[in-house]
């Protein structure tokens, strides 16, 4: 059976890492763009990564961020792959040499077939709804403007909690998902282990069902 890999983003504390991990996550994301209130530095970021197993990758999410702003990231954490989520061309996303995930902001009239083209030298394109602003907004889109066969893989994000994301992963088919505020209950950056482990437990769920029903 397939699985939707799983990445919980917007962590600032041991012990929320310790819970993602321990609920499922296959990545965790630090937020380098400091105008956020899950922002941590690179040496902060770098305390936290130590808590993670071997195979959970440590994403870095970075907004508009100059080269030295990137480097300093990588060399605290040289295995962590780069997340993109301000206007930065493909040969910004490319300069670095890493591999990496350059966000997509959806509305209606975005052509994401030409942006997926634009960008096909990322890992995956990761899909967040168009708000104000840069980074993530916690707002749904509208899944139906997800194109078939984009000819990238994708990492649906915006607005996902454990009551939605089930019908998003039926709908959407993605290969990834992408939570920070519908796991949190205190708090920006601030996690819920008990919605961190509900989350994961229905994308499970939704793999077991697309799994079993291919044609929904």
Known sequence: MSRTRIKICGLTREADV?????AGADAIGFVFYAKSARYVSPARAAELARLLPPFVT??????????AEIEAGLKVLPNMLLQFHGDESP???????RPFLRAARMEPGFDLLDYAQQY?????ILLDAHVEGYGGGGKVFDWSLIPKNL???LVLSGGLHAGNVLAGITQARPWAVDVSSGVEAQGRGLKCARLMREFCEAVAQADALTASNPEI
């Open 120 to 124: 096909s030298a990322a890992q995956a």
């Open 58 to 67: 440590p994403v870095g999410l970075f907004v508009n961020a100059s080269e």
């Open 18 to 22: 310790l819970a993602a991990v321990e």
């Open 91 to 97: 040969q910004d996303c490319e300069r670095p040499g």
């Open 151 to 153: 000819g990238s893989p």
